[in-house]
T-cell receptor, first 117, second 114 residues
Framework: AQTVTQSQPEMSVQEAETVTLSCTYD???????LFWYKQPPSRQMILVIR??????QNATENRFSVNFQKAAKSFSLKISDSQLGDAAMYFC??????????????FGKGTLLTVNP | DSGVTQTPKHLITATGQRVTLRCSPR?????VYWYQQSLDQGLQFLIQ???????AKGNILERFSAQQFPDLHSELNLSSLELGDSALYFC?????????????FGDGTRLSIL
């Protein structure tokens, strides 16, 4: 079974600064997808960014980028120019890409990000 | 707005009762997933339906059941409720059958057991 570990229960960053959230995962599969979801106080689950394991290039979405290290099974999220609206719980998630699988998401425990003005 | 609609937003009930949570997926999405988010267990996959048929089960209790109807909306039924069932229940949908499509989440139903 796949597992996802987020070792930082809480992180804080100053507005306009850069912060990196860590995520490691364990899998025996070679094809999979990785995601970062954001959950603000409103409790919505918002997709931030995704990475296909077969792609070597790191995904980027505006101020959000990832550092995907497949051999190390590491998938960190970098938030640049942090804004007050970035304050939220961030979840790392894994999904198999194996044919016939159910494509469920396996989540880490989350990292609570505080942005200080 | 993700396009996934969950009702009700909040539900307060007592132990031993039965409730039904409803989910309408995004237009065109065939797969529906149910997740439970609780303080002690985190976010856990419960069950998936694809085009009306059960595709996979996760950590779903026998007291819980779900179904997906011909119009693709889904319902999660929780019975003999216990205090520990208090949680945020999410529904997510995806196109289904195409693993490169992400899951989009509804706003969740907050279930409180008194």
């Amino acid at each position: 079974a796949q597992t996802v570990t987020q070792s930082q229960p809480e992180m804080s960053v100053q507005e306009a600064e850069t912060v990196t959230l860590s995520c490691t995962y364990d899998t025996s599969e070679s094809d999979y997808y990785l995601f970062w979801y954001k959950q603000p106080p409103s409790r919505q689950m918002i997709l931030v960014i995704r990475q296909e394991a077969y792609k070597q290039q790191n995904a980027t979405e505006n101020r959000f980028s990832v550092n995907f290290q497949k051999a190390a099974k590491s998938f960190s999220l970098k938030i640049s120019d942090s804004q007050l609206g970035d304050a939220a719980m961030y979840f790392c998630a894994y999904r198999s890409a194996r044919g016939g699988s159910n494509y469920k998401l396996t989540f880490g425990k989350g990292t609570l990000l505080t942005v200080n003005p | 707005d993700s396009g996934v609609t969950q009702t009700p937003k909040h539900l307060i009930t007592a132990t031993g009762q039965r409730v039904t949570l409803r989910c309408s997926p995004r237009s065109g999405d065939l797969s529906v997933y149910w997740y439970q988010q609780s303080l002690d267990q985190g976010l856990q996959f419960l069950i998936q339906y694809y085009n009306g048929e059960e595709r996979a089960k996760g950590n779903i209790l026998e007291r819980f059941s779900a179904q997906q109807f011909p119009d693709l909306h889904s319902e999660l039924n929780l019975s003999s409720l216990e205090l520990g069932d208090s949680a945020l229940y999410f529904c997510a949908s995806s196109v289904g059958g195409r693993e490169n499509q992400p899951q989009h989440f509804g706003d969740g139903t907050r279930l409180s057991i008194l």
